[in-house]
Nanobody, 128 residues
């Protein structure tokens, strides 16, 4: 499985971005994808996650810091997960990673160790 993350960039406070994570190779009829981010000098943290089974999205989950601003969605036909980032703040600046798992419990979805495959990351920089 390969994950290709894209869509990052340099934006100003209040702007929006849409990140994409396209999966190729093996597909999971039941699985989950999470977005994580890592700022310089900080640990990788959970941002958002989405689960699916039989081609339909089941649930979404968000970190409190992004709830109401970020939206995760999935295009089953394109095998791609999107993360829409609205009302961006300087503290959202980080390298954003997407990751894929077949284990979709809420606890495992929120922890990096719960994921099998990782994308290469896309950089989001928000200037004040």
């Amino acid at each position: 499985v390969q994950l290709q993350a894209s869509g990052g960039g340099l934006v100003q406070t209040g702007d929006s971005l849409r990140l994409s994570c396209a999966a190729s190779g093996r597909t999971f009829s039941t699985g989950g994808m999470g977005w994580f981010r890592q700022a310089p000098g900080k640990e990788r943290e959970f941002v958002a996650g989405i689960t699916w089974s039989g081609g339909r999205s089941n649930s979404t989950d968000y970190a409190d810091s992004v709830k109401g601003r970020f939206t995760i969605s999935r295009d089953n036909a394109k095998n791609t997960v999107y993360l829409l980032l609205n009302s961006l703040k300087p503290e959202d600046t980080a390298l954003y990673y997407c990751a894929l798992t077949s284990i979709t419990t809420p606890q495992s979805m929120r922890h990096p160790l719960g994921y099998i495959y990782w994308g290469q990351g896309t950089l989001v920089t928000v200037s004040s």
